[in-house]
């Protein structure tokens, strides 16, 4: 199943509570909005959203720092 930017961001809001205006393109970890449990539970969601295995090499900030990159991410995976 394909993961989109909009679910990720809604699970970012809701179920993360971050707040703010999140957008395809904001950033996550490089300004601090996320820690590093919230990166834990971020990274559990992609791998069942998704149908992913996430490895300790591919959390990076190319690969996670933004919502965009987190589906683009996952679609390949």
Request: hydrophobic content about 50%; cysteine-free; charged content about 25%.
């Amino acid at each position: 199943m394909a993961l989109t930017t909009e679910r990720l961001i809604a699970h970012l809001k809701e179920t993360l509570q971050l707040e703010g205006e999140v957008e395809a393109d904001t950033p996550l970890f490089s300004t601090g909005a996320l820690d590093s449990v919230a990166m834990v539970n971020l990274i559990a969601f992609v791998e069942e959203a998704a149908g992913v295995q996430v490895r300790a090499e591919d959390v990076t900030l190319e690969n996670f720092d933004t919502p965009e990159r987190i589906a683009r991410f996952a679609g390949r995976a």
